[in-house]
């Protein structure tokens, strides 16, 4: 992997982990996971607007040499989108939203262990879209890649499957883990784990020029709109607002919302006693600049490292909750669902994979560029 690949994944796992942990808190706490998207897809929307003003600002500065001074950025106006751009960009909006609501719906119909295991066969699962879907052979990657994803996958699963069979409703003993385990949740969970999957994929076709056809392209499904990622989540994030809010009424969160009178820090006051509400709304605050962040750092790392990539970076970032969940129970309080031990090898194991997975792709690209 090239510098660059490098420092774009490590920002995205970071503001990954911190998403998922504040997430989980708030859909946990106060039961509103599409409110919740669109507060995330707003937040978005706001932060991408100022950071695309200022670029097009210092753009647009006179320089000393005018020859030499950089073209403008692609796209800064969004009236200069074609049709064509507008439809693609509205019919991927309807899958990043639905994704986004439904992995937070999940978070609150299972266990957040049973979340992350689910969600660690994406490394595998986009394999397989790449063979069945996109036609591509077998050799599209080396036998060292393939090898490199059986650790990254398996670490996860050690570190998360409970040591003694567990009933369809046994619940992780975490304050922060109240997630119940059922036949429903599981299911959607695994939708949520194909249709990440497919958003990514998309994601990186998106960012390529429409005239290239990157790796993870099918000469039939040409998608490249040539938007840098700042662009890209600036226009998709007003239509993730209007579809989260529609979401949010379909599912009846705006009746309560509004019904109540309460806002997220209010409904969570009622219901935890002393301090509540000031921690929800940090949370809600937190999760919702880095969700800002991550948006972007996430379709960055997307173009520069692929789809695949971003997979066995998702799967390190469940293994880093496992473990820190572990450490917090290490008070005596919980009960310790998985032993510590397994927890700390499936943590070596998935970072192992992740590392010779990093090493196998380095060794694949310089074959290929020399």
Not at 30 to 53: D, K, M, N, V, W
Not at 81 to 110: C, E, K, P, Q
Not at 159 to 165: D, E, F, K, M, Q
Request: proline share 5%.
């Amino acid at each position: 992997m090239s510098t660059s690949c490098i420092v774009s994944i490590v920002i995205y796992f970071f503001l990954n982990l911190l998403v998922t942990i504040t997430s989980k808190q708030l859909v946990t706490s106060t039961s509103r996971p599409y409110l919740l998207t669109a507060s995330h897809a707003f937040t978005t929307f706001i932060a991408t607007t100022a950071l695309s003003s200022l670029r097009s600002l210092v753009s647009s500065t006179p320089t000393a040499d005018p020859l030499n001074s950089p073209p403008p950025p692609p796209h800064d106006d969004e009236s200069r989108l074609s049709i064509r751009t507008h439809a693609i960009l509205l019919a991927f909006s309807l899958l990043y939203t639905v994704n986004i609501g439904i992995s937070n719906l999940t978070l609150g119909l299972v266990s957040l262990a049973t979340h992350q295991t689910i969600r660690a066969s994406a490394p595998a699962i986009t394999v397989l879209l790449t063979i069945i879907v996109l036609k591509r052979p077998l050799s599209s990657y080396p036998a060292a890649i393939y090898l490199s994803l059986i650790p990254t996958i398996f670490g996860v699963a050690l570190a998360t499957i409970p040591s003694a069979p567990t009933s369809a409703s046994a619940t992780y003993p975490d304050d922060d883990d109240k997630g119940v385990n059922t036949g429903f949740g599981i299911a959607l969970t695994f939708v949520s784990a194909v249709l990440a999957v497919v958003k990514t994929m998309i994601t990186h076709q998106l960012q390529q020029q429409p005239s290239s056809l990157s790796s993870f392209s099918s000469p039939r499904i040409n998608l490249g709109l040539g938007l840098p990622a700042i662009e890209l989540v600036k226009y998709l994030s007003p239509y993730a607002v209007v579809q989260a809010l529609c979401l949010a009424y379909w599912n009846g969160e705006l009746e309560q919302h509004f019904v109540s009178q309460s806002s997220l820090a209010g409904r969570v006051e009622e219901a935890e006693a002393g301090g509540g509400a000031q921690r929800i709304v940090i949370l809600a605050m937190v999760s919702m600049l880095s969700a800002s962040a991550l948006n972007v750092a996430s379709f960055e790392a997307n173009r520069r490292c692929g789809a695949l990539s971003m997979g066995v970076a998702g799967n390190m970032k469940q293994v880093a909750i496992l473990l820190v969940a572990s450490l917090r129970r290490r008070d005596g309080r919980h009960h310790q669902v998985v032993p510590e031990w397994r927890v700390v090898l499936g943590t070596l194991m998935t970072t192992a994979g992740g590392m010779w997975y990093a090493w196998a792709t380095r060794i694949m690209k310089d074959r290929t560029y020399s």
